[in-house]
């Protein structure tokens, strides 16, 4: 089994936090979505990004990755287990199933999703100056890409 290093694809450092993700997460898709980017490459590089993110995003996905990712380069001859490798390829359907979905968003509007996305429901209703200061960060973000 092939395990793709997500960190290299997101071009973030393995220590990198979740914001860092987030915010390179939304200005590589900007690239390779087909908004932007007609070329033949791009899908397999944004199902990639949708992939990485997918793991590296969730917590518990992200530990068992890096374990996985650890001992794969450690250069010793190593068996991954049934159930990692299973797990593995369950992660790589789920993220596949959101690429699709995200392939056929309009950028502006996958952009915006992502950015509620990051609050939460909770956040919504915890305040209006939690959520006016997430809303300009993350605008600010958006901006950044363009």
């Known amino acids: ?18 914001d860092t993700i987030k915010k390179t997460f939304r200005r590589e898709i900007a690239l390779y979505h087909p908004d932007k980017n007609k070329s033949e490459g791009a899908k397999a590089n944004f199902n990639l990004l949708v992939e990485g993110f ?20 450690s250069n010793k001859p190593i ?46 209703f915890s305040g209006t100056e939690n959520l006016i200061d997430g809303l300009g960060d993350s605008l600010g973000d958006i901006f950044d890409i363009f």
């Open 1 to 18: 089994m092939e395990l793709i290093n997500y960190y290299e694809i997101l071009k973030i450092e393995k220590s990198a936090d979740l």
């Open 79 to 124: 068996i991954i287990e049934h159930k990692k490798q299973e797990q593995y390829k369950e992660w790589k359907k789920e993220a596949k199933k959101k690429s699709d979905t995200y392939w056929f968003t309009d950028l502006s509007d996958l952009l915006l999703l992502d950015l509620f996305l990051d609050f939460g429901l909770s956040s919504l």
């Open 54 to 73: 997918d793991i590296l995003s969730n917590s518990e996905k992200r530990l068992a990755y890096d374990e996985m990712l650890n001992i794969s380069s």
